[in-house]
Nanobody, 126 residues
Framework: QVQLVESGGGLVQPGGSLRLSCSTS????????IGWFRQAPGKEREGVSC????????DYADSVKGRFTISRDKGKSTVYLQMNSLQPADTAVYFC???????????????????WGQGTQVTVST
């Protein structure tokens, strides 16, 4: 079992920034892929970004490239999603997820992840 909890969401104006955190349980399980997904009302859950279990290889959706940055702390128990230049289209519930991938790649698809946090709301509005 892997437990994850997201934090850092909130209300921000267009052009603003937020930093989401995903805390994971078990240091031994930290060297696996972590993905960030988001789901807006009436839409499917989409992959935003991911970071590999080893080597810190990252991937981003085209819609967030250049604006979002995923990173991992030294202890590998927390993964962050720095979100800059936020737009109303970024409004969604953001989820982090754990997948059993310990290599140098990360899949950015829902089916690749086994454990999910409960989500944190990000609202970008004037």
């Amino acid at each position: 079992q892997v437990q994850l909890v997201e934090s850092g969401g909130g209300l921000v104006q267009p052009g603003g920034s937020l930093r989401l955190s995903c805390s994971t349980s078990g240091s031994t399980l930290a060297n696996f892929a972590i993905g960030w997904f988001r789901q807006a009302p009436g839409k499917e859950r989409e992959g935003v970004s991911c970071i590999s279990g080893r080597g810190g290889i990252t991937d981003y959706a085209d819609s967030v490239k250049g604006r979002f940055t995923i990173s991992r702390d030294k202890g590998k128990s927390t993964v962050y999603l720095q979100m800059n230049s936020l737009q109303p289209a970024d409004t969604a519930v953001y989820f982090c997820a754990w997948g059993p991938w310990s290599g140098y790649r990360c899949p950015r698809v829902r089916s690749a992840y086994d454990y999910w946090g409960q989500g944190t709301q990000v609202t970008v509005s004037t």
